[in-house]
């Protein structure tokens, strides 16, 4: 068996004394795992940086083999943000949860292509907003998606203010305003491409958060990892700056 892609490496850990396990999302075959020799040499370290796109060729005498990926940068993302701890945890937290969300060996366009538009977007001033953004439409890409299309309680379509923790329907100012404690609070940008403010960008991380957790992690009796929670946290000091 053997195929050659591209893709986006997500992890990379030590097997043994030299190799390591590569995971990738690659744009042909999904999310992909194989051993790479040398792997943890100083050679291929660079290389395997997570964000970072590589060409891969795949290689197994059987299909459902783990196999062995040989790799060739394409081109080195980490490496760009290593003076900047945000875009970097940005970019360490993407790629966590797509290795632990998407399920293995599916292919899939749109979260390959949304994952490569995030990576651009990083190069953005409003990346934090770009972001959140990836998040809301992952949960979507996964089947986990939130309605946000009309008020869950009334039906109307506009001034849509909260999601339903519950449910993860939207629900009007109007008629959440007696529960608004209970809900989440729904940040317009999620909604159409309008300006965000830097308390919208924390208030739509803790939206997409709090039901990838609900939905994706806690069923398998796992957390978001903790380089998203640091992201967060790096994103809520930040506005919390700019407020004062």
Known sequence: ????????????????????????????????????????????????????????TWRARLEEHLGAFTVEMLHSISAQWLDDPGRL??????????????????????IYSGLRTLIAAL????????????????????GF????????????TD????????????VSRAAGQVYHDK??????FLLDDSPETADQVVEGLRLTGYFLDRRLFAPHQRQLPDVRARLAARLARAALAERN
């Not at 939130?146 to 109307?156: K, V, Y």
């Not at 001034?159 to 939207?170: F, H, N, Q």
């Open 89 to 110: 945890a940005a970019l360490s937290a993407a790629t966590a949860i797509v290795d632990f969300a998407v399920p293995e060996r599916e292919p899939d366009v749109n």
């Open 183 to 188: 809900l989440l609070p729904l940040p317009g």
């Open 123 to 142: 190069d953005e001033e409003d990346w934090g907003a770009a972001y959140a953004r990836w998040e809301f439409a992952l949960l979507g890409e996964l």
């Open 159 to 170: 001034d849509l203010a909260y999601v339903s923790p519950k449910t993860g329907r939207a």
């Open 1 to 56: 068996m053997e195929w050659s892609d591209h893709g986006i490496v997500l992890s990379a850990r030590k097997h043994g004394e030299t190799a390591a396990i590569l995971s990738v999302l690659t744009s042909e075959h999904g999310r992909h795992a194989g051993l790479v020799r040398g792997g943890a040499g100083r050679r291929q370290r660079g290389v395997l940086q997570q964000g970072n796109f590589v060409a891969v």
């Open 145 to 156: 998606g939130l309605d946000l299309s009309a008020c869950a309680a009334t039906g109307q």
